[in-house]
């Protein structure tokens, strides 16, 4: 009775390691390539499928049942086989572009797997990544980047280059629902660029995500401290390029990746190898934790190698190894005090 009266008092003391964690809700693994870490996780804008790549191939499920619905393993066929390192949904979410290692990136229907288009750099080197792809919103055209490569227009239906942005090691693209700017992420800044007067508009510090209505972009600034990174979200209005508001600064270890909701409320901040922090849901206004995330105990230790939020908020998918972990986060209430972890 002693017992048990202690263990309910020390959980009332220490939320953090009662009622406040999150188990999954649904694991997707597959035996077939279980030798390939998957590097892309993304939801379809209706939160209804779930893309995913391990090595090069790419695999789509349905969301909810974690139904394998089917492969595309286009990029592993023909004489230049690679991994890929990108892949996303167009914005109505009929099409998907994937690309990465095999230096050309393929647009193919979401329903039925069938490709669309094929895009190929033109370059005499025998090795030059795709480290990124997008769809323009009217699915006519898309945006291709790498390490070594320039960021270039291509047009969906013939295939060619349409313009030559010039910005180089860009890691990551997303269009504004305009389809006329985009934002492109290289050498640790975010810059809005307008591919109608072929000008960067707006560079800043920090990774970012767009809102849905392409209204606020939402940059997360990062300092360094020993193994600590400290991280603040800063909200900058896109039609005035002016910044809006910074909210509470977080502290996160060197490694731990992160994920702003939808609503640019919460931060999903991943595990890393140096911490033994967990996976956590921490408010943007107060910096505080509201929830972690658990783990199966065989890759408790691993490090998190991708995660995103549902469109909606209301899940997060998370990659690890060669599984993807989905939890509800619909319904996480007020913060508690976890204290600072570090």
């Excluded at 193919?108 to 094929?118: D, F, L, P, S």
């Excluded at 750099?121 to 070594?148: M, R």
């Excluded at 490694?255 to 922090?277: F, H, M, T, W």
């Amino acid at each position: 009775m002693r017992l048990l009266l202690f263990i309910i008092l020390f959980l009332a003391i220490h939320p953090c390691l009662g009622y406040t964690q999150i188990e999954p809700i649904l694991i997707l693994e597959d035996e077939n390539y279980s030798i390939y870490d998957f590097s892309v996780v993304r939801y379809s804008p209706d939160g209804k499928k779930i893309l995913a790549a391990a090595g090069g191939l790419s695999i789509l499920w349905d969301a909810d049942t974690g139904e394998r619905l089917f492969y595309f393993d286009e990029h592993m066929r023909g004489e230049n086989p690679g991994a890929i390192y990108d892949g996303e949904f167009s914005r109505d979410g009929k099409l998907i572009a994937t690309a990465g290692a095999t230096f050309h990136a393929i647009v193919w229907e979401a329903e039925t797997g069938k490709i669309v288009q094929t895009f190929s750099e033109p370059t005499p080197y025998p090795y030059i990544p795709f480290y990124a792809v997008a769809i323009s919103p009217d699915n006519k055209n898309i945006l291709t980047a790498g390490e070594n490569i320039s960021m270039k227009l291509w047009d969906m239906e013939t295939g060619n280059i349409v313009d030559d942005t010039k910005l180089h090691g860009v890691r990551n693209i997303t269009w504004f629902p305009d389809g006329e700017r985009v934002i492109a992420y290289a050498s640790t800044y975010s810059k809005i660029y307008s591919l109608k007067t072929k000008g960067i508009l707006l560079s800043v510090p920090g990774s970012s995500t767009l809102s849905n209505d392409g209204k606020e972009l939402r940059v997360i600034k990062w300092w360094v401290d020993g193994m600590d990174v400290s991280n603040q979200l800063e909200l900058w209005d896109t039609d005035t390029y002016e910044l809006i508001r910074k909210e509470s600064p977080f502290t996160r270890t060197m490694g731990e990746k992160i994920s702003v909701s939808p609503n640019g409320k919460r931060i999903l901040i991943g595990k890393s190898e140096e911490s033994a922090n967990p996976i956590r849901i921490v408010d943007v206004e107060t910096g505080s934790v509201l929830r972690t995330l658990t783990l199966p105990s065989s890759i408790e230790n691993k490090e998190t190698d991708y995660l995103q939020f549902s469109p909606d908020g209301n899940r997060v998918a998370i990659a690890i190894g060669d599984r993807i972990l989905i939890y509800d986060v619909s319904d996480l209430g007020a913060a508690v005090q976890c204290g600072r972890l570090h």
